[in-house]
């Protein structure tokens, strides 16, 4: 017998074939097209994320780093304007028989350093904001007779309202003269106010006369705060009164790359501040015409750019009046520049963006004359 043969399924043809190999290839053409697709568009959206979360980065950097400098500048010359005669003069102290290094040397709200007279290297400008850190009272008093002679061991007042043991206390008589900085030794009493050999406090300490109509003003601990910029941070240093030549620096806010400050006079005596430069006073005029501080700020995005985006330094607007020394004229208007090439080398800077910040902050203080 013949075995038998079942016939084959109906619609099926005698020569059927599977998925050849240039159909697979082609296939495998077809997904990596559409991966190299996704992964482009998914790199360009990712690339434009970053460039806006580095510029909003930016932003809120500038804008808390000037809050920052803005709150403590406000409040500069609290406790030493009251007798605006005294500003300006020279400051004397002695730490452990030795002058504390980096101490303030002139008695004045704030002093503001220009780049050019930094250390080299140095980045942007500095602004040092000294005032006196009492919360209670910082009223200064009057010395009165017999007055202070060298080497005496208290200072009699009219009074020593706010004063405590351990606060620093600075002593003038004018904006000329020296002024002489020395601690509390002990509690006072209305009319009088201690002052015994420590560490502030040397013997024959301080080494002159103060006489009748001589100023005694309450530093407390003393707020002496520096702004500057390092590298491509704010950071803000500040007066220890234990250890007095060591500054203790903190960070404030990364991602500042440049720094400006000017003062704001008023050279006319008619309370508008009518020029804004970084002249330091030098007399108790002088320093009686400072009104209020100008900043800028440089912000820089953490973004790093594969093609240059940015050709040219970042630079602010500050109009012509009043005019502010250094400022170029841009179109109808001035503006200030602000380098910053030295982030990098060559062109590297051009690959990152930048946001400019700019305010001007009143010294409160010397307005309202407290």
């Not at 050019?116 to 942007?124: D, H, L, Q, V, Y």
Request: hydrophobic fraction near 40%.
């Amino acid at each position: 017998m013949k075995p038998l043969i079942p016939n084959p399924p109906a619609g099926r043809g005698r020569h059927e074939r599977g998925v050849t190999l240039v159909e697979l290839m082609v296939g495998l053409l077809i997904g990596l097209l559409a991966v190299l697709i996704i992964t482009q568009v998914f790199l360009v959206s990712e690339g434009q994320r970053r460039t806006t979360t580095g510029g909003a980065d930016a932003q809120v950097n500038g804008a808390l780093s000037l809050h920052t400098i803005q709150r403590d500048v406000q409040m500069a010359g609290y406790g030493l304007t009251s007798s605006s005669g005294i500003l300006g003069c020279p400051i004397s102290a002695r730490f452990s028989g030795a002058t504390p290094t980096g101490f303030p040397t002139v008695l004045a709200p704030v002093v503001i350093t220009p780049e050019a007279s930094r250390p080299s290297g140095s980045i942007g400008d500095s602004i040092r904001v000294l005032a006196s850190s009492k919360t209670s009272y910082s009223v200064p008093t009057r010395v009165v007779p017999p007055a202070y002679a060298v080497g005496g061991t208290a200072f009699p007042v009219t009074s020593a309202l706010g004063v405590e043991a351990n606060d620093l206390a600075l002593v003038a008589s004018n904006g000329v003269d020296p002024c002489w900085v020395f601690q509390v030794s002990s509690a006072p009493t209305t009319s009088s106010i201690p002052r015994a050999d420590n560490n502030w406090n040397g013997s024959g300490m301080p080494n002159r006369a103060y006489g009748d109509g001589s100023v005694l003003v309450n530093l407390g601990r003393l707020i002496d705060n520096q702004y500057e910029v390092n590298g491509n941070v704010l950071q803000m240093s500040s007066f220890d009164v234990t250890a007095p030549s060591t500054r203790n620096v903190q960070d404030i806010q990364a991602g500042i790359v440049n720094m400006r400050a000017y003062y704001g006079k008023d050279t006319d005596g008619d309370d508008v501040i009518d020029a804004f430069n970084i002249t330091t006073p030098t007399t108790n005029a002088e320093w009686a015409q400072v009104l209020a501080v100008r900043v800028v700020l440089v912000a820089r995005s953490e973004q790093y750019e594969k093609e240059a985006v940015t050709f040219a330094p970042p630079s602010v607007d500050v109009g012509t009046t009043p005019a502010t020394a250094g400022a170029a004229a841009c179109g109808s208007s001035e503006c200030i520049t602000l380098g910053v090439s030295h982030l990098g080398t060559g062109t590297e800077w051009q690959h990152y963006r930048y946001k400019t910040f700019d305010t001007v902050i009143p010294l409160r203080n010397m307005l309202w004359g407290s």
